[in-house]
Protein backbone atom coordinates (compact mmCIF):
# COMPACT_ATOMS: atom_id res chain seq x y z
CA UNK A 1 0.00 0.00 0.00
CA UNK A 2 0.90 3.49 -0.64
CA UNK A 3 0.76 6.14 1.26
CA UNK A 4 1.72 10.14 0.34
CA UNK A 5 2.14 12.62 2.89
CA UNK A 6 1.76 16.45 1.55
CA UNK A 7 3.50 19.04 3.50
CA UNK A 8 4.23 23.14 2.08
CA UNK A 9 1.14 24.77 2.81
CA UNK A 10 0.15 27.69 4.60
CA UNK A 11 -0.56 31.62 4.42
CA UNK A 12 0.95 34.08 1.89
CA UNK A 13 -0.38 37.46 0.43
CA UNK A 14 -1.17 37.60 -3.49
CA UNK A 15 1.25 37.61 -5.96
CA UNK A 16 3.56 34.94 -3.46
CA UNK A 17 4.98 31.89 -3.81
CA UNK A 18 4.60 28.19 -2.24
CA UNK A 19 6.26 24.81 -2.61
CA UNK A 20 4.40 22.09 -1.26
CA UNK A 21 5.86 18.72 -1.41
CA UNK A 22 4.67 14.80 -1.21
CA UNK A 23 6.58 11.92 -0.31
CA UNK A 24 5.52 8.59 -1.14
CA UNK A 25 6.37 5.41 0.48
CA UNK A 26 5.06 1.91 0.78
CA UNK A 27 4.69 -0.64 -2.26
CA UNK A 28 4.72 1.99 -5.12
CA UNK A 29 3.67 0.72 -8.64
CA UNK A 30 7.03 1.08 -11.01
CA UNK A 31 6.13 3.85 -13.95
CA UNK A 32 2.88 6.21 -13.54
CA UNK A 33 1.43 9.34 -13.51
CA UNK A 34 1.25 11.13 -10.55
CA UNK A 35 -0.59 14.42 -9.37
CA UNK A 36 -1.47 17.23 -7.11
CA UNK A 37 -5.50 18.32 -6.91
CA UNK A 38 -6.88 21.08 -4.92
CA UNK A 39 -10.64 20.93 -2.91
CA UNK A 40 -12.44 24.19 -1.08
CA UNK A 41 -15.74 23.31 0.81
CA UNK A 42 -18.60 22.07 -1.88
CA UNK A 43 -16.78 21.77 -4.74
CA UNK A 44 -15.38 18.82 -6.25
CA UNK A 45 -11.60 18.28 -6.26
CA UNK A 46 -10.37 19.75 -8.71
CA UNK A 47 -7.05 18.35 -11.01
CA UNK A 48 -4.03 21.34 -10.91
CA UNK A 49 -1.45 19.61 -12.15
CA UNK A 50 0.35 15.78 -13.17
CA UNK A 51 3.85 13.85 -13.85
CA UNK A 52 4.69 10.68 -15.23
CA UNK A 53 7.33 8.93 -12.93
CA UNK A 54 9.34 7.94 -15.99
CA UNK A 55 10.44 11.07 -18.06
CA UNK A 56 8.68 13.85 -16.12
CA UNK A 57 5.66 14.21 -18.91
CA UNK A 58 3.59 16.83 -17.69
CA UNK A 59 -0.31 18.17 -17.79
CA UNK A 60 -1.77 21.24 -16.20
CA UNK A 61 -5.24 22.54 -15.33
CA UNK A 62 -6.28 25.81 -16.73
CA UNK A 63 -6.46 27.93 -14.27
CA UNK A 64 -2.87 27.29 -13.37
CA UNK A 65 -0.51 27.40 -16.46
CA UNK A 66 2.11 28.96 -16.45
CA UNK A 67 1.97 29.69 -12.70
CA UNK A 68 2.44 26.35 -11.28
CA UNK A 69 5.44 24.12 -11.66
CA UNK A 70 4.82 20.01 -10.89
CA UNK A 71 7.92 17.87 -10.76
CA UNK A 72 9.69 15.40 -9.06
CA UNK A 73 12.70 13.39 -7.40
CA UNK A 74 12.36 10.13 -8.22
CA UNK A 75 15.44 9.00 -5.75
CA UNK A 76 13.44 10.76 -2.86
CA UNK A 77 10.23 9.05 -3.74
CA UNK A 78 8.73 12.84 -3.77
CA UNK A 79 6.56 15.43 -6.16
CA UNK A 80 6.39 19.04 -5.79
CA UNK A 81 4.37 21.75 -6.59
CA UNK A 82 6.14 25.17 -7.36
CA UNK A 83 2.95 27.80 -7.04
CA UNK A 84 3.61 31.27 -7.92
CA UNK A 85 2.13 34.26 -8.65
CA UNK A 86 -0.37 32.60 -5.97
CA UNK A 87 -3.95 34.59 -6.47
CA UNK A 88 -6.91 34.26 -3.37
CA UNK A 89 -8.75 31.88 -5.97
CA UNK A 90 -6.17 29.27 -5.71
CA UNK A 91 -6.96 29.02 -1.96
CA UNK A 92 -7.93 24.90 -1.05
CA UNK A 93 -6.73 22.05 0.33
CA UNK A 94 -4.28 20.28 -1.94
CA UNK A 95 -3.72 16.84 -2.24
CA UNK A 96 -1.09 14.84 -3.44
CA UNK A 97 -2.38 11.70 -5.45
CA UNK A 98 -1.06 8.38 -6.39
CA UNK A 99 -1.64 4.80 -8.19
CA UNK A 100 -3.09 5.97 -11.27
CA UNK A 101 -5.76 3.69 -13.11
CA UNK A 102 -6.94 4.43 -15.95
CA UNK A 103 -8.87 7.65 -17.38
CA UNK A 104 -7.94 11.44 -17.68
CA UNK A 105 -5.15 12.13 -15.78
CA UNK A 106 -6.91 15.20 -14.03
CA UNK A 107 -9.66 13.51 -13.06
CA UNK A 108 -9.80 12.71 -9.00
CA UNK A 109 -11.64 9.10 -9.75
CA UNK A 110 -8.57 7.74 -11.63
CA UNK A 111 -6.63 7.92 -8.85
CA UNK A 112 -6.61 5.13 -6.03
CA UNK A 113 -4.36 6.80 -3.37
CA UNK A 114 -4.50 9.84 -1.70
CA UNK A 115 -2.68 11.83 0.69
CA UNK A 116 -4.22 13.98 4.03
CA UNK A 117 -3.93 17.21 2.48
CA UNK A 118 -2.34 20.39 2.80
CA UNK A 119 -4.31 23.74 3.44
CA UNK A 120 -3.25 26.98 1.30
CA UNK A 121 -4.58 30.26 1.88
CA UNK A 122 -4.11 33.57 -0.09
CA UNK A 123 -5.05 36.44 1.18
CA UNK A 124 -5.67 39.99 -1.58
Known amino acids: QVRLVESGGGSVQAGGSLRLSCVMS????????RAWFRQVPGKEREGVAS????????RYGDSVKGRFTISQDNAKNTVYLEMNSLKPEDTAMYYCAAEYRRGDILRARSYDVWGQGTQVTVSS
Open 26 to 33: GDTYGYNW
Open 51 to 58: IYSFGGTT
